[in-house]
């Protein structure tokens, strides 16, 4: 998607922080961190969101949740935070599909 902020973060386009790439997701660190440690686990396939998956996206959400412990690891953190906003309504800015990762510090209760 041309004018999708994460497709150019992908292309390279537009600079970022990256933490874990490979052939499916990129995480990257949120340029405006909410917690100590904050980052952003993203497809390199352009979803909108978590409403425009199918089935056809399981083993790539699987890859993607299979490997959030590790890249959470390899900022310092065991425990983190997980959140997925779906929907202008929930929050969401940026349509592309992202999974939140924060932690670093006690998290307050949710
Ligand atoms: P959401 O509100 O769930 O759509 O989250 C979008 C997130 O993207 C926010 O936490 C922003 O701080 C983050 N963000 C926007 N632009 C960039 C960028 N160029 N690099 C890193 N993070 C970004
Ligand atoms: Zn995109």
Redesign the pocket.
Known sequence: MSDC?FCK?IAGE?P?QRVYEDDRMIA?K???PKAQVHL?VIPRLHVTGLDALTAQHKDLIAHMMLQLPQIAGSQGIKDFRTII?NGAGA????FHL?I?VMGGKQLPGF
Not at 91 to 94: F, H, K, L, M, S
């Open positions: 902020i973060i537009i970022s990257f949120d340029i405006n952003l906003n929050g969401q800015e940026v992202h939140h």
